[in-house]
Every structure is written in C-alpha cells, then in structure tokens.
C-alpha cells in the first residue's frame, strides 16, 4: 500500500492513545480487512433483514435443506490447543485493567474479555480496552485505584479470549475510503496486529476470540475467510487463531453444525448464550403469537424450547470434537448472607445440570464466584478436562423442538415492571460509559436489556394480558413507566442522560416495527455525550 492508500483510513478523534495504538502499519491492515470483507458483510447484514421479512410473513426457519450433507457426513474440528483443554469455569467482564486483573487472577480457566455485550463503546472504552489487552498479554498490566494497587500474579493460569463485537456494529470513528469501518473488524484487527507475536513468544497454544451473533453459516465462513487472510497476512499458521461462537441466536441454533463446519480449522467450541438467544427468538419470531413468551424470570434452562437448545449444542459440539461451554450465572455477591445464600443455591442448581446434560464448562460473571462453581465442574467431572467423550446419542432434537416457543407461564405486572426499569436503567449506564452493571444482585449486560425491551414490544404488539387480567398496550406501558421513572429519579442523579434513557426506550418500545438493536440506536447518542464531555476537558 502507498502513502495516499494509507491516507483513506482517517481517525475522526485521533489522541496520544490511538497514535500509538492504530500506527500506519496497523491502518494498513485495518484498511486491508475493510476493503476484502466489508462488502460481504453488507451482504450478509440485507440477508438478515431480507429473512426477517420472511418470517414476519409467516414463515418458520428450520434446519437448512441444502446443508443436509454437512449434517450426516464424518467430520470433525482441529483439535485444541493444549492451554484450552480445560475450561471448567470462564469468567467474562469489558476490558479495564481492574476487571482484567482480578479475572486473570480469580483462578477461571478463561477470562473472554468482552468488547461487546459488557462494553459501553465510547472511543475511549474501546482504545484503552485494546491497550489493557495488550498490556495483560505482556504480562505487564497495572492498576492503581484508591490507594490500592492491582498487578497480575504471575502463576496465574487463566487463559484470555478476546470477544469481538457483532458484525452488525460500526466502528464510528474509523473511515476507511469514506466508509465506517467494521466493529468486528476493528476489534479483530487491532487485537491481532498487536498481539499475536506476544502470546507466540509467551508459548502460548494461539491467539483466541469469542465470535458473538452469528446468525448463518455464511457469517461463520465470513469470519473463517478474515482468519485465513490475516494468518497469510501475517505468515502465521492455519490455527494460530482458535474461535469459541457463542449461539445466542435463533439461526445459530438451527444451524450449529454448519457454523461449526464452517470455521472447522480454527474452533474449539460452541457457547450457550441464553438472554441473547432468547431475545433473538422474540425478535424473529416477533409478528407470530403463538410465541408470545411470559415473564423474562419464567424463561429458564428447562422450558422446552430452551432445554432443546441447549441439548442440541451439547450433542453437536461433542459430535464434532467441540467444547460446549454453559451459560452464564450473573449472580454477584453482596453484604447479605441471605441473598448470598440464594446466590450460591442458586449457581449450585445452574452448574449440576449444565453438568450432567454435559457441557464442559460454563460462565460466571463475579470473581468470588470462581472458586464455587469451579468445583462443581471439577467434582463431576472427577478431574477430567472435559466431557467431550459424552455423546448424548439419546437425544433427538428437531427444528420444531427450538422454535416452539410455547411456555405455560404468566405474564405479571411485576415482569412487566422489572422490564421497564431494567432497560431504562441499563441504557442509562451504558450511555454513563458503563456496559456491565449490578443491578438487583445481578450483573446485567446489553443482553437483558434487549430481551426486557423486546418482550414489552412482543406484549403490546399482540395485546397480551398480564395474569390479572390487565391488556398490555401503548396506555398500560406509558404509566408503567411514569411510576418506575419517578423511583429512577430518586437514584439516577444525571437527570440529562437519564431523560435521554427513557426517549430512546420509549423509541424502542412505541416504534411499530421492533428495532434490530438497541445497541445501533442508542450508539450515536453515546458518541454526542462522549463528544460533549471531551470538549470539556
């Protein structure tokens, strides 16, 4: 690439940080990645929204018809690397030195640094979340807070996975030929340029990624084509980059085999992703009612439809010589012993049965949780790395298993409520710069929020009724609201952001059509705020 190619790759809010960070030689693979993959991502984004208009049609997914072959030929993924073997227990939380440091020091077997679900993605997040990255690779991170000093203990073992964000976000402040670059691209890039011959030098097994969102096998070969590129790129080995997907969507939970033939070369395993995959149903699903779900708290692991998925991913993946990992247990702990009790109960339930219908680890979302819920995995599994040897031949899962999505469960006003406020306070923090957040002892990401705002749309849309006999419309969630705003109020002190909260909520809630994210909207008024308090400084 010549100087006037480097030139096509503009920092809208270039600082110190991001000089140091997106150098001319990192533009350039940054502009290499746009300029092969971003198209095809395009494309794939209008097949997204060319089969939601199918379905809202009436149409039903199931197991796609031309990838049959895939599903009954012998096949199976590369193998592990040696460090990931075992992955008992994985702790996730956004990418700041702190979180990085108590993560990498908990005692998890992974720690999947999140730049999207548990991220608030300002400019400044999103660079000083690559510089602690690097910094962690290097051995080297620091963090000094109240007086109190954090450093990584050199013993630890927990092995770090970088999760990129979807392909369905932008990068706002990075144009490539006039274009907003790629999210998902960026976070590839900018982690892979900067890492890649640390962790070979550090010994270890490769470079790792968590691949959130994915909705077809053609994005899982999308996302295969920039792994095959960079490692040529670059003149590394087929390998050196290993992926865990998480299915957190309807599509990939009807196409588990394909996404996994797909990125065959370079992934371990498949992750459960319980809220997202929830959300993603209603959303698909979203103009059909008879999938009209009940309170968010009634929608568990062992509801039928759930249960199916779960069991698929587990057959799948161990059928293919892949991880399953569980899903997360959000609880965080607190002053109180009864609640932490609950807590611990709570998490005890969650990992037996993950471990008995044979994942090989699971999620935590809190350090004091390490400890507790690897256990469970080490006792059952009486020390193996893994259960992959479990084959789950018993089961028989069909299309018609995942998306009946039928649940015999109420709706209250109390979930109603829970909604409400939920999504409010969530997107309240999140423009504040903060995308992990405790909120009723649990740690809540973009995950909840997108599931709490779409079951309120799902509900109004079809006129359902709470258990009391209640019609949930336009009228019922507006004083809804006013009641949980004014107790908002009384906690939430930045009136300013607060109000911006409820308009896009609001936006969320009264479109009649269901917007795709509630990330995409409420991104541009992130960046204003972020501007605005920059302009201060």
């Not at 006037?4 to 140091?20: A, G, K, R, Y």
């Not at 939380?93 to 020091?105: E, M, S, V």
């Not at 892979?192 to 011959?197: E, G, P, T």
Request: aromatic share 10%; glycine share 6%.
């Amino acid at each position: 690439m010549n100087s006037h190619d480097v030139q096509t790759v503009i920092i809208l809010e270039p600082n110190h940080d991001t000089n140091q960070l997106i150098t001319p030689q990192c533009q350039q693979f940054l502009y290499l990645l746009h300029t092969h993959f971003n198209s095809k991502r395009l494309s794939l984004l209008q097949a997204r929204k060319d089969l939601q208009k199918r379905l809202d049609n009436g149409y039903k997914p199931g197991f796609p018809e031309e990838t049959k072959y895939v599903r009954e030929s012998e096949w199976k993924v590369a193998p592990p690397p040696k460090d990931i073997e075992r992955r008992w227990i994985e702790l996730t939380g956004p990418p700041n030195p702190k979180i990085c440091i108590n993560a990498l020091n908990s005692g998890a077997d992974v720690f999947m640094a999140d730049f999207e679900d548990a991220l608030s993605p300002s400019w400044l997040n999103q660079i000083s979340g690559q510089k602690c990255l690097i910094e962690a690779n290097l051995k080297v991170l620091k963090h000094k807070e109240n007086g109190k000093e954090y450093s990584l203990d050199p013993n630890s073992y927990t092995v770090l996975f970088a999760r990129t964000r979807g392909w369905h976000l932008d990068e706002a402040h990075i144009l490539v030929n006039g274009q907003v670059m790629s999210g998902a691209l960026f976070d590839f890039g900018i982690y892979f340029f900067h890492n890649y011959q640390v962790r070979q030098r550090m010994g270890c097994g490769g470079i790792y990624y968590y691949l959130p969102k994915l909705e077809s096998y053609f994005e899982a070969r999308l996302w295969n084509e920039v792994f095959l590129f960079a490692q040529k790129y670059f003149n590394v080995p087929i390998g050196t980059i290993r992926c865990t997907v998480l299915i957190e969507t309807l599509g990939g939970g009807l196409q588990m085999e394909e996404i996994l033939y797909e990125l065959k070369d370079h992934i371990v395993a498949l992750n459960s992703g319980r809220w997202d995959y929830i959300f993603s149903a209603i959303k698909l699903l979203k103009n059909h009612k008879d999938c009209v779900l009940p309170d968010r708290s009634q929608v568990t692991m062992t509801v039928p439809f759930m249960k199916a998925y779960a069991n698929k991913l587990v057959q799948v993946c161990h059928k293919r010589g892949a991880h399953a990992i569980g899903g997360m247990s959000a609880f965080i702990p607190t002053k109180n012993k009864e609640k932490n009790d609950f807590a611990y109960n709570k998490i005890r339930e969650d990992k037996n049965r993950e471990c008995s219908e044979g994942f090989d680890g699971s999620w935590v979302a809190h350090p004091a949780m390490v400890k507790f819920a690897r256990e469970i995995f080490q006792q059952y599994l009486k020390g193996q790395a893994n259960q992959k040897h479990v084959l789950r031949y018993d089961l028989r899962v069909t299309s018609e298993d995942i998306i009946n999505l039928k649940v015999e469960k109420p709706i209250t006003e109390y979930g109603v409520r829970e909604n409400i406020s939920i999504t409010i306070q969530y997107i309240y923090y999140w423009l504040m710069g903060q995308g992990a957040v405790g909120i009723n002892n649990l740690m809540e990401d973009a995950a909840t929020a997108e599931i709490s705002r779409s079951q309120i749309w799902q509900w109004i849309r079809h006129q359902a009724k709470t258990n009391d006999g209640k019609v949930i419309n336009i009228q019922y969630y507006q004083q809804l609201r006013d009641q949980e705003v004014s107790n908002l109020r009384q906690i939430l002190k930045n009136i300013n952001v607060l109000n911006k909260a409820i308009n896009i909520t609001n936006d969320l809630i009264q479109n009649q059509e269901m917007k795709e994210f509630l990330t995409i909207e409420a991104y541009p008024v992130l960046n204003e705020i972020y501007k605005t308090q920059q302009s201060k400084l």
